[in-house]
């Protein structure tokens, strides 16, 4: 299937039918993008299989999603059946060998492959505030967030981490304003329940450690094949933020780790994006940028991005306009949108004498497609008509039982299968609290105790003349002295107990007008 640095897609036809030539993707210019289009049933999943193999098999390692569990058979051999002898008939695919891939199942919620995990600390603040679609004020206190997190020793991995902090900055905020500058309570109140909102559709599952290594995604076998990185999208597609969360880490990690290498003879990585409407439609605004960035500046590292998708219109045209090879397969154009989507098509390409291309997008057969690649210095060849080859792999999903055997001897296996919660943010700050709520209860009981004492032995009572007994209390085992008949109150003591009396009038009045606020003198 590769000949010459080239992989094998399929041999075009002649307008009589008869076989033209063999149509094949230059890997020199595989990292220059590209778009497979089609109406459901068309066979795109199929050209995606063969894309892989052929990259596999050029030692270049492939990423992609796998939406409706069907691209699982990569990694088991072929089976001989009729329809597929019958292709390989028709375009002269002599011998058509079978094979198995290597390939490594990913799932972010761990059922279907091994975990994908990133930490809330390698998502960042800025990252994190655009796929919330935050305003500037919450971008702002994320970014205070990390900030204290940083200072501090913080570590920030899962979603408790990072909700534990906003909790401490929300109970704290006065003070925490003084030295980070505002920090509403209403903006942490409003990323918190953001955050809620990615937790209800799973991020729990993909923030924590241990984190996933792009290196891990861009292994080679012994014998030099590509390894096929398949990421289960069928229940992940039904939480497009957090698949967008993870496609936008997944890119930024990308730009922030591989070095320019300018244009090499092979890609070092290829992305498909099955179902790539998916990936836009109701997509934040920030993930599109992101992907537009992507694509016109990973070129030079390497990487190649392949969209597959059922109809052209569903990739934005800035994008569209940077995917140089095009594998177009039929669109039915029985409305209005796709009567436009097949004259999008058709004029994308580089027009062929023999044929209409707007004609014949809509009279293809299954496995049948309209192919251009990129060819001597880059420019895009004349579009053919083409049939695809068949895979050399299993057509169709390998089952339960061989999924758990391919991922038993998966080069990643026991890497990411286990979660691992070391300390972080939210043990730090419990800790805090808890020893807070110690000291706290500490003091309180410290108060009590004088109190408690003062009271038993009768300190706590009035010492003011006239609001107790003022005398000194008698020596323990003393007797009082008998008082027997009236005895007359000396001038002193009248004078003390007309004193007392005024006194105590004042300070009760007082004590009323402080409480009812509305007592007149």
């Known amino acids: 299937m590769l000949q010459d640095g080239k992989l094998y ?17 230059d890997l020199k210019y595989g990292n220059r993008h590209g778009l497979v289009t089609g109406a459901t049933g ?57 094979q198995e891939f290597p390939v490594i199942f990913w799932d972010l919620y761990g059922e279907k492959g091994h975990r994908v995990r990133t930490t809330m600390t390698e998502m960042g603040p800025l990252l994190l505030s655009r796929l919330m ?36 900055m929300g109970e704290n905020a006065t003070a925490l304003s003084n030295k980070y500058g505002f920090i509403s309570k209403s903006s942490v109140g409003s990323i918190q329940r953001e955050l809620l909102i990615l937790e209800q559709q799973g991020a729990e599952h993909f923030f924590g450690e241990p984190a996933l290594k792009i290196t891990d995604i861009m292994r080679t076998t012994r014998d030099g094949r590509g390894a096929i990185s398949v990421l289960a999208a069928d229940k992940l597609m039904m939480n497009p933020r957090l698949y967008g969360t993870f496609l936008l880490w997944l890119m930024s990690e990308l730009f922030e780790q591989l070095p320019e290498i300018g244009d090499p ?29 992507v694509v016109r500046l990973i070129r030079s590292k390497g990487v190649g991005v392949y969209f597959v998708t059922q109809n052209p219109l569903d990739v934005p045209e800035t994008v569209l306009a940077q995917l140089g090879n095009r594998v177009q397969h039929a669109l039915r154009a029985y409305t209005p949108r796709e009567q436009k989507a097949v004259k999008t098509a058709a004029d994308t390409f580089r027009p062929n004498p023999d044929f209409d291309c707007a004609t014949v997008i809509t009279n293809l057969g299954t496995g049948e497609a309209l192919v251009s690649t990129l060819e001597a210095k880059g420019a895009p060849s004349m579009v053919e008509r083409t049939l695809i080859r068949p895979p050399s792999s299993r057509l169709g999903p390998i089952t339960e039982a061989e999924r758990a055997e391919l991922m ?7 890497l990411y299968d286990e979660d691992f919660d070391r300390e972080s943010a939210y043990e730090i700050l419990a800790a805090r609290a808890a020893k807070s709520t110690e000291q706290a209860e500490a003091a309180r009981k410290a108060e009590e105790e004088p109190a408690e004492q003062e009271a038993s032995t009768g300190g706590s009572r009035w010492t003011l003349p006239g609001f107790g007994n003022d005398e000194p209390a008698a020596p323990t085992g003393a007797k009082p002295k008998p008082r027997s008949g009236y005895q007359r109150e000396t001038i002193a003591e ?4 007309t004193v007392a009396r005024t006194v ?18």
């Open 408 to 414: 038993k001897i998966s080069p990643v296996a026991g």
């Open 265 to 293: 003879e092979k890609p070092k990585l290829v992305f498909f994006f099955d179902e790539a409407h998916l990936l836009f439609n109701d997509a934040p605004k920030v993930l599109v940028e992101r992907v537009e960035q």
């Open 504 to 521: 105590a009038s004042s300070l009760g009045r007082a004590l009323v007008r402080g409480i009812l606020g509305s007592l007149r003198r």
């Open 9 to 25: 897609i399929g041999t075009s036809r002649k307008p009589d039918d008869t076989i033209n030539k063999g149509e094949y993707l």
């Open 133 to 168: 679609n935050a305003t500037d004020a919450q971008e702002g206190v994320l970014n205070i967030a990390f900030k204290i997190a940083d200072e501090g020793g913080l570590a920030l991995l899962d979603l408790k981490d990072l909700q534990a902090l906003l909790n401490y």
């Open 42 to 98: 068309t066979g795109k999943t199929v050209t995606l299989q063969i894309l892989a193999e052929g990259f596999s098999n050029a030692g270049v390692p492939v990423f992609c999603a796998d939406v409706k569990g069907d691209l699982s058979g990569i990694g088991a051999v072929g089976e001989p059946k009729d329809f597929l002898q019958k292709r390989a008939t028709e375009i002269g695919l002599d011998p058509y060998d079978f």
């Open 494 to 497: 009248a004078a003390m107990k």
